[in-house]
C-alpha cells in the first residue's frame, strides 16, 4: 500500500464549477499537508498548507485536513479555465524534510 | 531570484549512454531533492541531501543510478548506462528546513522546471 493515495482522474469540470480533490494516506505520523500545482510541462508549485487538522482558505481555494479519517481535500470554488492542472497531494512527517506525494489529479475547466 | 535552475531540460539518448542531469538549488536553502515523474507512477523520491550530505538514497533505482552535491550551489544526477525504461521527467527540488532559526517557513519544496529524459 502507497503511503499518498489520490485518485488520477482525469476530471473534467465546466467553468464556474465547485471542485473537490481528495488524498487519503496511512501514516499517522504525518502533520504537514500541502497541495500543488503542476502546469503542463513546468515542475510543481506549492498551493496550499496546512499543519496538522482543520481548513485553510485562500481566496478561492479551501484546503481540509481530517487526521481522524486520514483524509485531505482540496476545494476550488468559481473553477476557471486557469485552474487546468495536475494537482498533487504532499505530506510530511514533523521531523526531517521528506515528503510523500500523491500521484496527482488532472482537471480540466472547460470554458 | 532565479528559483530552481536545471540543464539540460530536454535530453535524447541511446540506450547504453551516459546522461547527466544537473541542478542548481536556490542560494541558502539546504535540503536539495531528485523525483523522477511519470504517468504511471507519478513523482518518485530518487535522493535528498541535507546540508550537502546525503540522507536517503533508498528511492535510487538501481546502481545504474548516482547522485553527488558536491557543495551547497551544483548537484547531479547521473544515469549510466541509461535504459528506455528511464524516460522520464526528471526533477530537481530544494527548500529550506523547517524552522529554521530566525526564519518562518513551512520547508515548502521548489521545483526546478525538470529534465525531460528519452531513451531509445
Known amino acids: 500500500q502507497k503511503e499518498v493515495e489520490q485518485d488520477p482522474g482525469p476530471l473534467s469540470v465546466p467553468e464556474g464549477a465547485i471542485v473537490s480533490l481528495n488524498c487519503t494516506y496511512s501514516?499517522?505520523?504525518?502533520?504537514?499537508f500541502m497541495w500543488y500545482r503542476q502546469y503542463s510541462r513546468k515542475g510543481p508549485e506549492l498551493l496550499m498548507y496546512?499543519?496538522?487538522?482543520g481548513n485553510k482558505e485562500d481566496g478561492r481555494f479551501t484546503a481540509q485536513v481530517d487526521k481522524s479519517s486520514k483524509y485531505i481535500s482540496l476545494f476550488i470554488r468559481d473553477s476557471q479555465p486557469s485552474d487546468s492542472a495536475t494537482y498533487l497531494c504532499?505530506?510530511?512527517?514533523?521531523?526531517?524534510?521528506?515528503?510523500?506525494f500523491g500521484t496527482g489529479t488532472s482537471l480540466t475547466v472547460i470554458p | 531570484d532565479a528559483g530552481v535552475i536545471q540543464s539540460p531540460r530536454h535530453e535524447v539518448t541511446e540506450m547504453g549512454q551516459e546522461v547527466t542531469l544537473r541542478c542548481k538549488p536556490i542560494?541558502?536553502?539546504?535540503?536539495l531533492f531528485w523525483y523522477r515523474q511519470t504517468m504511471m507512477r507519478g513523482l518518485e523520491l530518487l535522493i535528498y541531501?541535507?546540508?550537502?550530505?546525503?540522507?536517503?538514497d533508498s528511492g535510487m533505482p538501481e546502481d545504474r543510478f548516482s547522485a553527488k552535491m558536491p557543495n551547497a550551489s551544483f548537484s547531479t544526477l547521473k544515469i549510466q548506462p541509461s535504459e528506455p525504461r528511464d524516460s522520464a521527467v526528471y526533477f530537481c527540488?530544494?527548500?529550506?528546513?523547517?524552522?529554521?532559526?530566525?526564519?518562518?517557513?513551512?520547508?515548502?519544496?521548489?521545483f526546478g522546471e525538470g529534465s525531460r529524459l528519452t531513451v531509445l
Open positions: 527540488a530544494s527548500s529550506l528546513d523547517r524552522g529554521t532559526s530566525g526564519r518562518r517557513n513551512t520547508g515548502e519544496l521548489f
Open positions: 541531501f541535507n546540508n550537502n550530505v546525503p540522507i536517503d
Open positions: 504532499a505530506m510530511s512527517e514533523g521531523a526531517g524534510n521528506q515528503f510523500y
Open positions: 542560494s541558502g536553502h539546504n535540503s
Open positions: 496546512t499543519y496538522s487538522s
Open positions: 501514516n499517522s505520523a504525518f502533520q504537514y
